[in-house]
């Protein structure tokens, strides 16, 4: 099983975003996550820098600057979805990285007092 680190530069990015209010709190998340076209997409006009900053976990042992660096991602290249968020705490629930649940537990706590 892979382990993670969580990516502080994203969770810094992620309470930006809601701070901004750049967020969607009810969507389907298995609808509008990114796929690979739309993680290619992204990657044609942006940097790993950028790509990285939607992912809340770096995957310890993958090479920077690939797609399996980054994992648990938060929102879907413009805004943080809340079902994302709810997603990241279950999967690293699920797995056992607490690291990682804690932070998104945490984005989801300050996601869900910003809009009130």
């Known amino acids: 099983m892979a382990t993670y680190t969580v990516n502080p ?5 992620a309470r930006q ?12 998340w298995g609808e509008r ?5 739309d993680e290619n997409a992204f990657l044609k006009s942006h940097t790993w ?3 990285a900053s939607w992912h809340l976990a770096l995957t310890d042992g993958a090479n920077d600057d690939t797609k399996a660096r980054y994992a ?3 929102g879907d290249f413009r805004r943080v979805h809340r079902t994302a ?6 999967r ?8 990682v649940e804690l932070a998104a537990h945490d984005l989801l706590q300050h996601l869900d007092q910003t809009s009130g």
């Open 92 to 99: 690293a629930a699920e797995w056992r990285h607490k690291a």
């Open 9 to 13: 530069d994203a969770v810094a990015r």
């Open 17 to 28: 975003l809601i701070d901004a209010r750049q967020y969607v709190l009810a969507s389907d």
């Open 72 to 74: 648990f991602v938060y």
């Open 49 to 51: 820098a950028e790509y």
């Open 33 to 37: 996550q990114p796929k690979a076209d």
């Open 85 to 90: 968020l709810l997603a990241c705490v279950y």
